[in-house]
């Protein structure tokens, strides 16, 4: 990231200046909108523990409370996919299957995106930072053929809240506290784009200021109570259209012998 624009983040954060902080964002937005990273580091026990707890959909499709089900969707899709490429080596699909789920996991991108945002604001004397609290949206994972080559896009949200140490301080008293609001809510966004045929992959975060009027979860809208409950996602419904948005076929019977 350009070190002016970690400089004047520093600066506006420690002078209690949001109003241009917010400024900076819009004006720069694409900088802070893909920020590098790594490749997500992550053993596969741990992703599947991760996913677990986690909401996911697939190519639209929603998975609330059943990994199994997600898990044995993926593999289907990517195995038909790799019968429908060039390279159809063995343990290619496993080897697909198994990098989209580690790059699921929100242990990685929860990591990531919490140590940049820490170091980008240097939120370690005067301020917290700490999840905000709200649901989080599912993990979205695009899996797709183009040009004889298998991509996947894997996208994981996290919100969290900047909170002011005097703020903290000042609310808190005797055996009765007040919660404070976050000084600054933000948004973060990890985003991985892998071409599985060429090996070649991207990751990046995006990280955004929430408006102010942002204290109820946004990101509620989805109603995931009935959902939990579900044997199957209810888009494997008898007519569901899993690919077709970019194939002539729904391989969905597949999912459901």
Same mark, same amino acid.
């Given at each position: 990231m350009n070190a002016m624009l970690i400089t004047a983040v520093q600066k506006y954060c420690s002078l209690n200046d949001r109003e241009r902080l917010q400024r #900076?964002?819009?004006?720069?937005?694409?900088?802070?909108a893909a920020i590098p990273l790594g490749a997500s580091e992550v053993s596969d026990t741990q992703a599947i523990n991760d996913l677990v707890r986690?909401?996911?959909?697939?190519?639209?499709?929603?998975?609330f409370g059943n990994t199994q089900h997600f898990i044995k969707?993926?593999?289907?899709?990517?195995?038909?996919?790799?019968?429908? %490429?060039?390279?159809?080596?063995p343990n290619?699909?496993?080897?697909?299957?198994?990098?989209? #789920?580690?790059q699921s996991s929100r242990t990685t991108s929860g990591c990531d995106s919490y140590f940049t945002v820490q170091q980008l604001f240097s939120a370690e004397e005067n301020y917290l930072l700490k999840p905000r609290g709200f649901a989080l949206p599912p993990i979205n994972i695009e899996v797709y053929?183009?040009? +004889?080559?298998?991509?996947?896009?894997?996208?994981?949200?996290?919100?969290? +809240?900047?909170?002011?140490?005097t703020?903290?301080? %000042?609310?808190?008293? +005797?055996?009765v506290s007040k919660k404070?609001?976050?000084? #600054?809510? #933000?948004?973060?966004?990890?985003?991985?784009?892998?071409?599985h045929s060429t090996q070649h992959s991207y990751r990046v975060l995006s990280i955004m200021i929430s408006p102010e009027s942002d204290q109820s979860n946004r990101f509620s809208n989805l109603n995931g109570s009935d959902l939990m409950?579900?044997?199957?996602?209810?888009?494997?419904?008898?007519? %569901?259209?899993?690919?077709?948005k970019k194939y002539s076929f729904s391989p969905w019977k597949l999912f459901l012998m």
């Open positions: #900076l964002f819009t004006e720069y937005k694409e900088h802070f986690e909401r996911i959909t697939l190519n639209n499709v929603d998975f969707a993926l593999r289907k899709v990517v195995n038909i996919f790799v019968e429908m %490429s060039p390279n159809k080596s290619r699909a496993k080897e697909i299957t198994d990098k989209i #789920l580690r053929l183009l040009d +004889g080559c298998i991509h996947s896009k894997v996208t994981c949200t996290n919100l969290y +809240g900047l909170y002011s140490m703020d903290i301080n %000042s609310t808190s008293y +005797g055996s404070p609001h976050a000084w #600054l809510s #933000l948004d973060t966004t990890v985003v991985e784009s892998t071409n409950n579900d044997k199957q996602p209810r888009s494997l419904a008898k007519g %569901s259209t899993f690919l077709k």
